[in-house]
Each structure stands twice: as C-alpha cells, then as structure tokens.
C-alpha cells in the first residue's frame, strides 16, 4: 500500500532548509517529531526530487548529515559571491599546511616541518583558531610531541561526508607527502 507523505517530505525539506547544519536522520526526526522510518522515506523521496535537472539544489551527506547545497556545476559560479563568509580564504601556506594535516593525519609540528621545510607554527595556530584541526593525540617518544587532525568543520568547510572522500593523490603528490629523512 502506497503511503503519501506529500506534507512530511514538505516538513522535512523546510527543516533542512531553514538549518544551517547538516543534519542527521535522528535530529530531524527530533525536531519534526515524524519518526525516523518516516524521515529516511522523507530524504529518499527529495533526493528523487532534487536530482531533477531543473532543481538548482541537491541533498548531500555532509560529515554525516544532511543539508541542502547548491549543485556543484551551479557552485563554481556562486562561492564567489555565497561562500562560507565567516570561513574566509586560506592562503596558500595554510592550505598547504592543511592538505598536510589531511593526508598525513595524525601528524606532528615536525613531521609537518620536514615536509614543507618550512615551520607550521603560525599555519598551525590559525588552523586551530578556524577550527579545521585540533589535537589528537601525543605521539609515543622523546618530548610526547602534540599530533594533528582534521575536525568536522573541516568536513563541512570541504563538503566532505568524511576523510575518505578526499581526492586520491598520484605517485608524484604522494612523494612530496612523505617525511623527509
């Protein structure tokens, strides 16, 4: 039997977008009080919906929730003027610090160094003040240095469900990663 959920897939829809977070099933199903079966049936049913090649939105599954984003041909056009405004631009140095951080994780101020030859510090601290890394853990050794990783505002700064989604790098870019000895 055909179930029509026309209003509770229109409840959900405008909880994703009036929520500036991404969203999981629970969340939603808390804030709408529809139960989780309902809400799953909700997403499926508006994923069908903004796959339309009229819709200028997609539902993506974003650090394990969900959210409405612009569709990636549409975004290259709009980040200039819609970016994330209060996550401004990396420069190349932190970017560079950061994909480190990413690909490496968890990695130490040294490791970092004796990869980009050059000290992480400052890159480090306003990486940590933007919330896209944070400490992990201690590495086993002399001085127990701090180790870095990724945090889920990096997720959402990158539009990553997860780590696993980061581009794979080639022989050549995974020869630059690796520590010098």
Request: aromatic share 8%.
């Amino acid at each position: 039997m055909e179930v029509n959920l026309d209003k509770e897939v229109g409840f959900v829809e405008s909880v994703l977008f009036l929520d500036s977070e991404p969203l999981t099933v629970e969340a939603i199903a808390k804030i709408t009080e529809l139960s989780e079966d309902v809400v799953e049936r909700c997403i499926e049913a508006l994923k069908e919906k903004y796959t339309q090649e009229t819709s200028g939105v997609e539902l993506s599954l974003i650090t394990g929730g969900w959210t409405l984003t612009p569709k990636k041909e549409y975004w290259e056009n709009l980040k200039e003027r819609y970016g994330n405004k209060n996550a401004g631009r990396l420069s190349r140095s932190a970017m560079e610090v950061l994909s480190i951080i990413a690909y490496k994780q968890p990695v130490t101020r040294a490791e970092i160094e004796s990869i980009r030859g050059v000290p992480p510090d400052n890159m480090i601290r306003l990486l940590v003040e933007r919330q896209l890394i944070k400490e992990v853990g201690r590495k086993e050794g002399p001085g127990r240095p701090v180790q870095f990783g990724t945090t889920k505002e990096f997720l959402k700064f990158f539009g990553l469900n997860s780590i696993s989604e980061l581009p794979r790098l080639d022989e050549k870019e995974n020869e630059r990663f690796e520590l010098a000895r």
